[in-house]
C-alpha cells in the first residue's frame, strides 16, 4: 500500500495553475522593469544627440535594441503561460469527459447484458397473443349480452307489433260487424277476455272469407 495519496485531477490542476500564474507574474514583473528601462533610454539617447555624443547615441541604441527583443521574448513567454494553463483546463475536461463516457459505457454494457432480445420478443409476442384473446373473450361477451338483451328487446317489440296489428283488426273487425245484418250486441271491448276477443275475430275473418 502506498504512504503517498495520489492527488487528484482537480488538485494537479490548481497546483499547476498556481506555478503558472507564479510565472506569469514574474515575466509581467520583468517586462514593467523592461519598459522602465526602454524609457530610460530613450532620454538618454535623446540626451545625447542633444550634446551631439554620437558614439554614446550609438552604444545606447544598441542597449535598446537588445532590450526591447528581451521584452517581445518576455511577451512571447507570458502568451505561452497563457495557451498551457488553457491547455492544461481543456485536458482536465477532456479526461474528465472521457472517464464519465467510460461510465457510461460500462453501465450502458451493463445493461445490454441484464437485456435479452430475443426473451424481450417472445414477452411481446405473447402480450400480442393474450390482447388478441382478451378482445376476442370480449366480443363474444358483447355478443352474449347483446343476444341475451337484444332478444328481450326484440321479444317485446314483436309483441307490441302483434298486438297493435290485433288492435286493428279488431277495429275494423266491430266495424264489419256493426253494419252486418241481423249482428245483435255491443262492439268487441279491448278489456274483454282474451279468449272471447279472438273468437270474435275468428269469426269476423271467417264471415269476410265467405263475402
Same mark, same amino acid.
Given at each position: %500500500?502506498? +504512504? ?9 490542476m ?5 506555478? =503558472?500564474k507564479?510565472?506569469?507574474?514574474v515575466v ?11 524609457k ?6 535623446? @540626451?545625447?544627440?542633444?550634446? $551631439? ?9 544598441k ?7 528581451? /521584452? #517581445?521574448?518576455?511577451?512571447? &513567454? ?5 495557451s498551457?494553463?488553457?491547455?492544461t483546463?481543456?485536458? #482536465? ?14 453501465a450502458?454494457?451493463? %445493461? ?7 426473451? %424481450? %420478443? ?5 402480450? !400480442?397473443v !393474450? ?5 376476442? /373473450? ?11 338483451? $337484444? $332478444? *328481450?328487446?326484440? !321479444?317485446? !317489440?314483436?309483441? &307490441?307489433?302483434?298486438n ?10 266491430a $266495424?264489419? =260487424?256493426?253494419? &252486418?245484418?241481423?249482428? @245483435?250486441?255491443? =262492439?268487441? *271491448?279491448? &278489456? ?12 269476423? =275473418?271467417a264471415? +269476410?272469407?265467405?263475402?
Amino acid at each position: %500500500m502506498s +504512504l503517498f495519496k495520489k492527488p487528484t485531477d482537480k488538485e494537479v490542476m490548481r497546483k499547476t495553475e498556481r506555478e =503558472l500564474k507564479k510565472t506569469q507574474r514574474v515575466v509581467d514583473r520583468d517586462r514593467v522593469k523592461l519598459e522602465r528601462d526602454e524609457k530610460k533610454l530613450e532620454m538618454e539617447i535623446k @540626451k545625447a544627440a542633444k550634446q $551631439g555624443n554620437k558614439q554614446a547615441c550609438a552604444v545606447l541604441a544598441k542597449q535598446l535594441v537588445n532590450l526591447r527583443k528581451q /521584452k #517581445v521574448r518576455l511577451y512571447g &513567454a507570458s502568451a505561452t503561460i497563457s495557451s498551457v494553463n488553457a491547455q492544461t483546463k481543456s485536458m #482536465v475536461a477532456n479526461k474528465a469527459t472521457a472517464e464519465a463516457m467510460g461510465r457510461t459505457a460500462k453501465a450502458m454494457g451493463a %445493461m445490454n447484458k441484464q437485456m435479452d432480445p430475443q426473451k %424481450m %420478443m417472445k414477452t411481446m409476442q405473447q402480450f !400480442e397473443v !393474450e390482447s388478441a384473446k382478451m378482445e376476442m /373473450k370480449e366480443e363474444m361477451m358483447d355478443d352474449v349480452l347483446d343476444d341475451v338483451l $337484444g $332478444g *328481450s328487446d326484440e !321479444e317485446e !317489440e314483436q309483441d &307490441a307489433i302483434i298486438n297493435q296489428v290485433l288492435d286493428e283488426i279488431g277495429i275494423e273487425v266491430a $266495424g264489419k =260487424l256493426a253494419d &252486418a245484418p241481423g249482428y @245483435k250486441g255491443a =262492439l268487441p *271491448s279491448r &278489456a274483454s277476455d282474451s279468449q272471447a276477443k279472438d273468437k270474435a275475430i275468428e269469426d269476423q =275473418l271467417a264471415r +269476410l272469407m265467405r263475402e
